[in-house]
């Protein structure tokens, strides 16, 4: 986190320069930056729960047992049944999948896009760079959830419709902070020297410009994370992304609140399971800008 | 149907008038012995959904029927305790000229709103724009049999037919009778009828208001409070804390689940109308593979648990049946008791006999259209049983308006959830329209009547019949072509529930959404 | 400097001119048509026709965009295909309900942020400090509609203490409207909250070891004062920029919050027209929400010089 004072962790240790073995000083490392270690652990442990669902379950996430609906948790169920009596536990293992693969493709769609045109704007400027930045300017305009629902309107409801939603909010960020790193470089030394003895246009920018780029990008990345599994959760509570039967965080939260009264419960875990897995990138995402990029607070679109 | 009886009891014990105009000493005697009404207040109702039309003729939504019943006049009304169908508008009906014609006595001295005075050149101008194809009404099918609508003087009217048609006189239940004067376009002017409330405005979104009209034509059927406002809320749990915090007087048709919970509020009243009227069913689309099969559309009978959704669903308020009607009703043919169980086994049997072995080759989708719950789940539920055989659809939720375009026009679905209603009416009018009826393109399932031989006969031969001894033979017949080759699975009829504060007295619900409110008086 | 300001004013007007066209084109392109929905499903195909015709639905997609673009700039957005009312009167009536939950939501959000970003900053690395960054990171990770869903739990279901959804308009009252609201503004102000109080933070820490401030505590002068007089003003500059940004954010998140707590709010009537094909109130709404963002934006652009001479001058600040 962006609190943890430097000052006192990283007060200068007065020992004596002795060998330490890279086990020991990975585990130092690691408990300097506790945040980003629990972070990241968190993480990995979801995204194995979820690749692991079909052994963790137990049972399949649709198979209904009507004369056991709305069971609390800690009984023949893990974590209770819902209305049809399909085990919740099950169907949040399986509903991770489905998260985690629509916030990746969202993210890697918007880094890609993003980047791209951030950097070829960057580069070439002129008219190019003034109708792109018209384009990104009116894709900012719009609020992510209301741009979720244009799309969804015009292509239909589902997945597909969320990333691309998600993708085209994020873009704006990456095109941004893309840009704005390759205007500070191009005028360096570096790049007119290359430029001088005369190495292609794509050469310059990928092989000299981007590795510049990469630390930005990644916390971009890392955080956009966060922002994807946030709404993509949102848009399947709105009904706009994944459908029932289909297990997903969202679509489950959604049904579970007709059920408030009767098993509180149902509400409770497929939130706090989006909770979670959007703390811990958070986590990884404020710990890696830490160690990238210490100097810059987020700029643009908040995550 | 012990469950009316109770209920009705109860209502004659606490000496709640009967809701409709028309039934005069009868009703006020009984009544006078408890609490004298008051007259005067508002009565504030939530309702689940807003209204989207003006028109009293193509407004199909329930919350709109429950308004328009207050505003216009009908011929005739169904009786909410009894669900027979006797004359409210009309002093009497006859068949005459050989059972050719039915003539209709209009009282005199009826105005409408605006001051016109209601005659029978009214009524026939409003039998005349329904039967119109290019005014698009809904109901141009129930009074279909009519051939012509004559005046015989300002409170007279004759309308000829081929012969006596039994659904005629219940058809005339949902017609409201608007004057000539506002012509047919009137999806956005104000409704002007000649009821017991006159309509003041509609904010959408917001809630409509009616006022009780200066003079109704019959007193007894007058109304008590003075204005009616009722306001769409989508959210069930909206609705009740309005109820709990006195914003809102009656809760209007509520989703059933929630009965047992409020019945154990002590602070709000709840009336649960037995389940007579509105049923479930799946309409199933005979043009097109699969269920141009008969083994697959009886298949889909035998896949529904329907103990287990009353039980989860609607909370125990529904009624397993494979007939549109229910045992008390004298059309009700008991050899359709047992047609159809929950049986996954037999569907898996008939799958393989149609030439799907353990679904192969299977495709089908499931259309239900969004903010409609119990449909979903309904789905749900049958996807999971198809599942388990080894194919499973995929639900498609659309809204409601392609649902019904897809459904009437484009027939582009293989099966789709409805709970039409008129389980309690006369079987003519039941079997005149859309799910029963073959001939009519507005079947939803496409199937012709060669395909049901007899069937359009033994249906002709109820309507048209007038000893009802004859007519149930006919309606036995036809539920046994029906349950044999079953166009669409009937599942079970619903209840519908309502929920109101101690204030408000001598609501009597209506099965059929006729609701009128005339009877209703704040304590 | 008012080179700048006459700019960055006109830069707008592509902007806006992009939105509309996108706005325009997204609800041309959605599936389903209106002429049908409202002719009811058992129209004829002529009655259907006539409508399409009436409403000019039957005109080149160019004709219809230049159509409905010079209306809009007249100020007539059309009317809903259903209830004919305006597009301006809908957004009226919704709006009331929905600036009233982003105002109160704004409201709880500075109210929370403001005296926990200063203490924060006050004393890094007190105890303070890190559970406050700790709720902040929370804060920022809670799902709205989750959040929203817990709340009626505890305060309507189980304490019974406040409904569980529904607008009660101010007409019914103070106390009502202000209790079928407080639960929507704090679902949708926690996560404004939390961007409000990282900034602060991060913008008074800076500020408060900056040289000026030790020139004003060597001067003798009491903390607070200090605080307030220098810290607090130039710590908040900055915070305005965040503002205009969470707008949009706010404005976005209203559709949650309205959907999960039933408020009718713009955010529900936009995702009902969306639903229902009412195209018009569907283009209007969103057109007026992207142009409010945009010029808030604007707003929010041409504030800040006026308050940081430093930006006026081109010295470098925290956002750069």
């Given at each position: 986190m962006s609190a943890a004072p430097p000052a006192s962790a990283a007060a200068?240790?007065?020992?004596?320069a002795r060998r330490r073995r890279p086990v020991q000083r990975a585990v130092r490392w690691a408990g300097r930056r506790w945040s980003l270690t629990i972070g990241l652990a968190a993480v990995a442990a979801l995204c194995c729960a979820a690749l692991g669902a079909g052994w963790l379950a137990g049972q399949p996430p649709d198979v209904q047992h009507m004369d056991a609906t709305l069971q609390p948790p800690f009984g023949r169920h893990l974590l209770g049944t819902d209305e049809y009596g399909r085990d919740v536990l099950s169907r949040m293992l399986f509903g991770a999948r489905l998260t985690l693969l629509a916030s990746t493709a969202a993210v890697l769609l918007a880094a890609v896009t993003g980047s791209a045109l951030g950097l070829t704007t960057g580069y070439f400027g002129g008219a190019y760079d003034s109708l792109a930045g018209r384009m990104i300017d009116v894709l900012f305009a719009f609020p992510v959830v209301l741009l979720g629902i244009a799309i969804v309107a015009v292509l239909g409801p589902g997945e597909p419709s969320v990333v691309l939603a998600i993708a085209a909010a994020s873009l704006p960020n990456f095109a941004r902070v893309s840009r704005s790193a390759i205007i500070a470089e191009r005028e360096r030394e570096y790049v007119m020297a290359a430029h001088a003895i005369g190495a292609p246009v794509p050469y310059i920018i990928v092989r000299t410009l981007l590795p510049n780029l990469i630390g930005p990008l990644i916390v971009l990345v890392s955080l956009g994370f966060a922002y994807a599994v946030l709404y993509e959760a949102s848009f399947s509570f709105l009904g706009l992304g994944a459908q029932p039967p289909t297990p997903e965080w969202g679509v489950m939260l959604s049904s579970a609140r007709s059920y408030l009264f009767q098993a509180p419960w149902y509400a409770f875990f497929p939130g706090a399971a989006i909770f979670v897995l959007v703390f811990s990138l958070n986590l990884v995402g404020d710990g890696l800008r830490d160690l990238l990029d210490p100097r810059r607070p987020t700029s643009g679109r908040p995550p | 149907m012990a469950r009316s009886m109770t209920r009705r009891q109860l209502l004659r014990r606490t000496a709640l008038t009967a809701a409709a105009a028309g039934l005069g000493a009868k009703g006020t005697a009984a009544w006078a012995a408890a609490a004298a009404p008051r007259r005067g207040g508002t009565l504030t109702i939530s309702q689940s959904v807003d209204i989207n039309t003006l028109h009293p003729w193509t407004g199909t939504l329930n919350v709109w029927k429950v308004i328009k019943t207050n505003v216009y006049d009908q011929l005739s009304y169904q009786d909410p305790l009894t669900l027979e169908f006797k004359p409210k508008l009309a002093k009497s009906f006859e068949w005459a000229d050989n059972n050719t014609s039915l003539v209709v006595t209009l009282p005199s001295g009826v105005r409408f709103h605006n001051g016109e005075p209601l005659t029978a050149a009214d009524v026939k101008f409003t039998l005349d724009s329904i039967r119109d194809p290019k005014v698009g009404s809904w109901l141009r099918g129930f009074i279909a049999p009519i051939m012509d609508v004559q005046v015989l003087d300002a409170t007279h009217l004759k309308i000829k037919t081929d012969t006596i048609e039994n659904q005629l006189v219940p058809a005339f239940a949902y017609v409201d009778i608007v004057p000539r004067s506002q012509g047919t376009d009137l999806s956005r002017k104000t409704p002007i009828g000649s009821g017991p409330y006159k309509f003041v405005e509609w904010i959408p979104n917001d809630h409509v208001t009616l006022q009780r009209a200066p003079s109704y034509w019959n007193e007894a059927g007058a109304g008590y409070v003075d204005r009616i406002v009722l306001r769409p809320v989508t959210e069930l749990q909206t609705r009740i804390s309005q109820l709990l915090a006195g914003d809102v007087d009656l809760v209007y048709d509520f989703s059933l689940i929630e009965v047992p919970r409020l019945r154990a509020d002590r602070r709000i009243a709840v009336t649960v109308v037995p389940p007579v009227d509105q049923m479930f069913v799946m309409y199933l689309n005979g043009r097109k593979p699969p269920f141009n099969k008969l083994e697959l559309r009886q298949a889909m009978g035998y896949a529904l648990d329907r103990e287990a959704f009353i039980k989860n669903f609607l909370a125990g308020q529904g009624r397993i049946d494979n007939s549109p009607f229910t045992p008390a009703h004298w059309a009700f043919d008991p050899r359709t008791e047992h047609a159809y169980t929950y049986d996954p086994d037999r569907a898996g049997q008939l799958l393989e006999k149609a030439g799907y072995p353990k679904g192969q080759g299977l495709t089908f989708s499931l259309l239900t259209p969004s903010g409609y719950p119990e449909f979903t789940q309904l789905s749900t539920m049958v996807q999971a049983t198809f599942a388990s055989l080894g194919y499973r659809p995929a639900i498609e939720e659309v809204d409601i308006g392609q649902w019904a375009a897809r459904l009437n026009q484009s027939h582009d679905y293989f099966a789709a959830v409805d709970y039409p209603p008129r389980g309690s009416a006369d079987p003519a009018l039941t079997y005149s329209a859309g799910l029963f009826f073959p001939p009519v393109p507005a079947n939803y399932n496409g199937l012709t009547p060669d395909e049901i031989p007899g069937y359009v006969d033994a249906v002709h031969r109820g309507a048209t019949l007038q000893a009802r001894p004859a007519r149930k033979v006919a309606y036995f017949s036809v539920q046994e072509m029906w349950t044999q080759s079953l166009p669409g699975p009937i599942w079970c009829h619903r209840s519908t529930a309502h929920a109101a504060l101690p204030s408000v007295k001598g609501f009597v619900p209506h099965a059929a959404f006729q609701q009128s409110f005339a009877g209703v008086w704040l304590a | 400097m008012a080179k700048y300001l006459l700019w960055r004013s006109l830069s707008v007007v592509p902007t806006l001119v992009g939105v509309s066209v996108l706005v325009f084109l997204i609800t041309y392109f959605i599936p389903g048509d209106p002429a049908q929905i409202m002719a009811g499903?058992?129209?004829?195909p002529d009655v259907v026709a006539g409508l399409r015709h009436q409403w000019g639905l039957d005109r080149p997609i160019y004709v219809r965009y230049a159509v409905w673009a010079a209306s809009a700039l007249r100020g007539n957005l059309g009317e809903s295909y259903f209830s004919h009312m305006t597009v301006l009167q809908l957004v009226g009536t919704a709006s009331r309900v929905t600036v009233e939950l982003a105002l109160l939501a704004l409201l709880i959000a500075v109210v929370i942020a403001v005296p926990a970003g200063i203490a924060s900053a006050v004393r890094p690395g007190s105890w303070f400090d890190l559970a406050a960054t700790a709720v902040g990171f929370g804060g920022l990770s809670i799902p709205g509609f989750w959040l929203g869903i817990m709340l009626i739990y505890v305060?309507?279901?189980?304490?019974?203490?406040?409904?569980?959804?529904g607008f009660a308009p101010l007409s019914d009252g103070l106390v009502p409207n202000l209790r079928s609201m407080i639960l929507p503004a704090i679902a949708l102000g926690t996560f404004a909250s939390t961007q409000f109080m990282r900034y602060l933070r991060a913008s008074m820490l800076e500020v408060l070891g900056a040289d000026y401030t030790r020139t004003a505590r060597a001067k003798g002068l009491p903390e607070l004062l200090v605080l307030v007089r220098h810290a607090m003003r130039n710590a908040l500059i900055p915070f305005v920029t965040v503002l205009g940004v969470q707008m949009g954010y706010l404005l976005g998140g209203t559709v949650i919050t309205e959907s999960v707590f039933a408020l009718p709010g713009i955010g529900r009537l936009v995702l009902n027209a969306i639903l229902n094909r009412d195209y018009q109130v569907a283009a209007g709404i969103i057109l007026l929400i992207a142009t409010a963002f945009v010029l808030v934006n604007l707003a929010v652009d041409l504030v800040y010089p006026v308050l940081d001479p430093r930006v006026r001058l081109g010295r470098p600040t925290l956002s750069q």
């Open positions: 200068p240790v007065n020992a004596p | - | 499903s058992d129209a004829t305060f309507s279901v189980y304490l019974r203490w406040l409904p569980a959804g």
